[in-house]
T-cell receptor
Framework: DTAVSQTPKYLVTQMGNDKSIKCEQN?????MYWYKQDSKKFLKIMFS???????INETVPNRFSPKSPDKAHLNLHINSLELGDSAVYFC????????????FGSGTRLTVV | AQSVSQHNHHVILSEAASLELGCNYS??????LFWYVQYPGQHLQLLLK??????LVKGIKGFEAEFIKSKFSFNLRKPSVQWSDTAEYFC??????????FGGGTRLMVKP
């Protein structure tokens, strides 16, 4: 069983479109995250969410919004896609923001054309 | 600001060579430190972690790391690398209750 699963694996779309990436974890973890990995492999935290609190990295444009229907899911919605949004997006989860480390999904490669 | 930095951006080694990748952190107080590996086209996988106890931590695939508080360092080591170790390596850290912050990554290429 995949611990953290993301769909789709690849997403190619035109500028201006709205798209969503889904993430599900079956580990019973309390907290989920979205990271963006750019072409230079730099990983940047976008969001952290548990059932109590959403923490947003202030540098993330408000075109990006996380939606969590339940504890096991954290979807990423992106409005009005721009060329610069092209990247690999990773979902992750952890038992607690602490010493446990994160379990990552396999990533979604988003290409905006 | 709390951060993690990796100074080696690209490392090229021959098989059987020894490896040491640098990682420095700037957290105060109690710190949790991690090394992740990302093989080409794949997701990040946890190699090892430190949060307390023995500062020499052993992980999977023969990797180890040493937490040296006086140097704010958590360098990754492997005595003899293999071609299959070719990957991107990320150091990460946090304080309790905070999100993981990643270093910029080190691309390791092992020549057969």
């Amino acid at each position: 069983d995949t611990a953290v699963s993301q769909t789709p694996k690849y997403l190619v779309t035109q500028m201006g479109n709205d798209k969503s990436i889904k993430c599900e974890q079956n580990l019973g973890h309390d907290t989920m995250y979205w990271y963006k990995q750019d072409s230079k492999k730099f990983l940047k935290i976008m969001f952290s969410y548990n059932n109590k609190e959403l923490i947003i990295n202030e540098t993330v444009p408000n075109r990006f919004s996380p939606k969590s229907p339940d504890k096991a899911h954290l979807n990423l919605h992106i409005n009005s896609l721009e060329l610069g949004d092209s990247a690999v997006y990773f979902c992750a989860s952890s038992q607690d923001p602490g010493p446990y480390g994160y379990t990552f999904g396999s990533g979604t490669r988003l290409t905006v054309v | 600001a709390q951060s993690v930095s990796q100074h080696n951006h690209h490392v090229i080694l021959s098989e059987a060579a020894s490896l040491e990748l640098g990682c420095n952190y700037s957290y105060g107080g109690t710190v949790n430190l991690f090394w992740y590996v990302q093989y080409p086209g794949q997701h990040l996988q946890l190699l090892l972690k430190y949060f307390s106890g023995d500062p020499l931590v052993k992980g999977i695939k023969g990797f180890e790391a040493e937490f040296i508080k006086s140097k704010f360092s958590f360098n990754l080591r492997k005595p003899s690398v293999q071609w299959s170790d070719t990957a991107e390596y990320f150091c990460a850290g946090n304080n309790a209750g905070n999100m993981l912050t990643f270093g910029g990554g080190t691309r390791l290429m092992v020549k057969p």
